[in-house]
């Protein structure tokens, strides 16, 4: 167990290199996993072209949607032991000290470390997890299905929190791929009523299929906005943009109905306008959401548990990543890639 198989970003401009690396060691609070799953993230793709201000530092191995066994444990450690199942996730630690630790708002932590980019990740057939951040996946649930919950699944979930809705209301997830399919789910689960915008008609289908009752799609509507605003009675109460398009973030701001709170969890690299005048006159509330806390990523795998939320993915060997990737930059992927590691 010297040498693993792993995909390491050796460049920003280069294919990820499919090859063997070492097998890290656990240190202090460490836990060695052996990765049997790992979903693919857009945050992924991100982190390997270097598209953000503050960049990860080459060569490193993506993945922060990584599902496996403990195998081996470091010094410290009490949280997990060894044969337990747990997973990794983007938020891979936090200082535990500053005022957002402090405050249950860890994944704000000016000194978080953030899995598969300032840590390697789960690109690889073992990684290493921080034992008291790390998610606990029970027994009995499928480790491929579980994958995307851990970075997809939280995000949703903490997302549509940030909305400020209550049973009965209606919301909007703007954009269904990997996030959104799964917060169409979420939504559904928490006595939301869904409306989903795309410009894919696929993936409204996958949205209906998933429980939304109204879909628009935007590439065939004069005015995606005053169209949802016609639909759900008035206009929706929250909004979730997953969507990594800069025109969608206007675009659901302009369909909340006078009160509502759009929630930002997409990453394009544009910025968008907003409408002062209407967003004062109307009392809307516009925040970015970011990941979940420890807290947040214990429900959401509850509520994966209980039946509530069923992914839709597809399993690809770790050979095929940098198809994978060239995959979801067209658009060509439906719900979430999920590797088989072994």
């Not at 080459?58 to 949607?65: A, D, L």
């Not at 973030?249 to 544009?270: D, H, K, W, Y």
């Amino acid at each position: 167990m010297s040498t693993m198989k792993a995909a390491v970003v050796r460049s920003f401009t280069d294919d990820l290199d499919v090859t063997e690396i070492e097998v890290p060691t656990p240190g202090p609070y460490e836990a060695l996993v052996r990765v049997e799953y790992s979903g693919v993230c857009h945050t992924d793709l991100h982190a390997a072209h270097g598209d953000w201000p503050v960049k990860p530092t080459p060569p490193f191995v993506p993945g922060h949607e990584g599902a496996g066994t403990v195998v081996a444990i470091g010094d410290r450690v009490t949280r997990v032991a060894e044969g337990d199942r747990v997973g990794n996730a983007w938020l891979w630690s936090a200082c535990g000290e500053c005022e957002y630790c402090e405050t249950g708002w860890e994944t704000l932590c000016p000194n978080q470390r953030n899995g598969g980019y300032a840590v390697d990740g789960s690109f690889g057939q073992y990684m290493l997890v921080d034992s008291r951040y790390c998610p606990i996946i029970p027994d009995g649930v499928s480790m491929a299905a579980v994958a995307p919950i851990l970075c997809a699944g939280v995000t949703v979930y903490k997302g549509l929190k940030r909305t400020d809705t209550k049973p009965g209301d209606w919301v909007l997830v703007s954009g269904v791929g990997g996030l959104g399919h799964i917060a169409v789910q979420y939504a559904i689960a928490m006595g939301r009523r869904v409306a989903a915008v795309d410009v894919d008609e696929s993936k409204l289908a996958l949205a209906r299929k998933h429980g939304a009752e109204v879909t628009v799609n935007a590439s065939m509507s004069d005015d995606p906005a005053a169209e949802l605003q016609g639909l759900t009675g008035g206009g929706v109460h929250g909004a979730l943009v997953t969507a990594v398009n800069g025109h969608a973030f206007p675009q659901a701001v302009g369909a909340l109905r006078r009160g509502g709170t759009v929630s930002l969890v997409g990453l394009p690299p544009e910025s968008f306008p907003l409408d002062i005048f209407t967003t004062v006159l109307f009392g809307l509330t516009v925040r970015g959401s970011i990941v979940g806390t420890r807290k947040d990523m214990a429900e959401a795998i509850d509520f994966f548990v209980r039946g509530k939320i069923d992914p839709t993915y597809t399993v690809r060997p770790l050979d095929d990543i940098n198809a994978i990737f060239a995959e979801m930059q067209a658009g060509r992927i439906d719900g979430r890639v999920v590797m088989d590691m072994s």
